[in-house]
C-alpha cells in the first residue's frame, strides 16, 4: 500500500498520478481528538440499537438514522480538498454511511466492482476502461484499525483479467463469497482518522472474515459539478430532505444537502439510477 505524507491542502502531481492509475490514495485526515469525537458520537448512537450480529451499514443522512453528531464529517474540508484534487471543482456529497461491527462479526464480500444495483444490460464496459471519465469517489475512514477493504490496483482502468474472469464468471458484477483469491488483491489496513479514497469500478471487497476487533469506519461518496454524473451519482435518498428536516441540521451539513439537491435537480437523468440504488440499499447484499 501506498502512502502519502499526512499533508492537507492541494494534491501532488504524484498523489493524482497514484490515484489515476491505481485507483486508490491514502490520506490522513482526523487527528486522534477528531476521531475520539466521532467514537464517542457513535458510541451513544449505538446505545440505542440492537443490530450487533452483523456489519451494520447505517445511512446516517437520512432522517430516521440520521446520527446528527457525525454528520459535520461531509464537510470536512480536507476530505473536501483531496476530491476536489481528484475530481474538480463543486464538490457534491453523494452517500454517507457508518459501517460498524463488534468483534466475533463474520464479515465477508465478494469481489466485486460497484455496478451491483445496474441490470446487466446496461452495465457499460467502457466504464472500466482508461478514457472513461471517472466523476465520482468513494472514501473509507475508519475509526478504529480496519484492514477489510480489499482492491485490485489498476482494474478500474480495464477489462476483468483471465485470474479475475475465472472467479467473477459470465458476470461484470460480483464474485461469489467464496471465490478463489485474486494474487493481485491488495488489502488496504488503515490507521483510526487515515482514509482512502477510490475508484469504486476497480476490482475490490469488503472482507475481515471473524473480525477480531470492532470497527467502526465511515464511508462517503462525491461527485463533481464540473462533469457529468457516473451511474453512482443518486445513492442519497433526496426525496426525504424535506425543509423542516433540512432546517434541523447544523448549517454545514444543510448547505451540503442543498448543494446536492440542486445538483439532482440538473441531472434529471440520474433518477433511474437512484431508483436501482434505493432497491439495492433496502436488500443489501449478502456479506456471509
Known amino acids: ?80 480538498a483531496v476530491c476536489r484534487g481528484l475530481l474538480g471543482e463543486g464538490i457534491i456529497v453523494d452517500g454517507a454511511s457508518l459501517f460498524h461491527a463488534e468483534a466475533g462479526v463474520d464479515y465477508r464480500q465478494g469481489w466485486h466492482r460497484d455496478v451491483l444495483q445496474v441490470p446487466d444490460d446496461q452495465v457499460d464496459p467502457n466504464w472500466f476502461s482508461e478514457h472513461y471519465h471517472y466523476n465520482y469517489v468513494q472514501m473509507n475512514l475508519p475509526l478504529t484499525v480496519d484492514g477489510c477493504l480489499w482492491i485490485v490496483p489498476g482494474s478500474h482502468r480495464r477489462p476483468l483479467n483471465a485470474a479475475e474472469r475465472a472467479v467473477f464468471g459470465n458476470t461484470e458484477k460480483m464474485a461469489p463469497v467464496n471465490a478463489a483469491e485474486l494474487d493481485e488483491g491488495v488489502q488496504l489496513v488503515l490507521q483510526p482518522g487515515e482514509a482512502v479514497f477510490y475508484n469504486n469500478y476497480a476490482v475490490h471487497r469488503g472482507y475481515g472474515g471473524v473480525l477480531k476487533d470492532r470497527r467502526i469506519t465511515i464511508h462517503l461518496g462525491f461527485h463533481s459539478t464540473e462533469h457529468d454524473p457516473t451511474c453512482h451519482f443518486g445513492v442519497l435518498d433526496h426525496t426525504e430532505y424535506t425543509l423542516e428536516y433540512l432546517s434541523s441540521l447544523q448549517p454545514c451539513v444543510r448547505e451540503a444537502l442543498r448543494a446536492h439537491l440542486v445538483e439532482r435537480a440538473r441531472h434529471p437523468e440520474v433518477n433511474v439510477f437512484h431508483a436501482y440504488h434505493q432497491q439495492f440499499l433496502k436488500g443489501e447484499f449478502k456479506t456471509t
Not at 446505545?47 to 457525525?70: C, H, V
Open 1 to 80: 500500500m501506498t502512502q502519502f505524507p499526512p499533508s492537507a491542502g492541494t494534491l501532488s502531481d504524484e498523489e493524482r498520478r497514484h490515484f489515476r492509475e491505481q485507483g486508490y490514495l491514502v490520506r490522513r485526515i482526523l487527528d486522534e481528538a477528531g476521531v475520539a469525537r466521532y467514537v464517542a458520537a457513535v458510541e451513544e448512537a449505538r446505545r440505542e440499537r440492537a443490530d450487533t450480529q452483523r456489519m451494520s451499514n447505517l445511512q446516517f443522512l437520512q432522517p430516521g438514522k440520521a446520527i446528527r453528531s457525525i454528520q459535520d464529517v461531509i464537510c470536512n474540508e480536507d476530505i473536501l
